[in-house]
């Protein structure tokens, strides 16, 4: 069920995640385009651990450890750096994504944040790439039509939406 959203998502959208492989900087940036307080700090952590042995080998908890440190930074801003930034297997749960996986009924009502986003890692297998774009297609589907107050008509996901 999940993987059928993303087909029809990126056959309605096309490719999305079209910045993957930049760098750390200009990630963050367009990440959080509107918070450049969490940018700053961000970029500052950057430079500070850049030069450290073997950053892209820390395991992922101890760099979201790490990203959790940072001021400003919550739990949805580490996962989507540690996907986007470091390429970990770490899916972004975030109020988009809740919201539209809860309409489709894929993900169940009073799950929590790790639970619903093991849930999804799972589903998709643990893949970078699909995991990146099908955050890109979800922001995408959700500044278009599953708002708040949906827009449902032309919707390519009603026929397997349960709202
Ligand atoms: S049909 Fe409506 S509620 Fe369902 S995914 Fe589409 S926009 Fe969201």
Redesign the pocket.
Known sequence: MIGQAFSCLYKAYGEQNKWSGASFEIVVARLFAEDKQSVENLVTWYQQVDGMPLLDQWDTDTLRQQLLAINGISVEMADSILLHAFNRPVFTVNSDTR??FR??GVVPEGLSHDETRHLIEISLEGDVDLFQEFHALIAK??RI???KV???EA????S????
């Open positions: 919201r539209l309409r489709l589907q959700c039509h599953c708002l949906p827009l449902c919707c390519v996901l009603a397997q939406c349960y709202h």
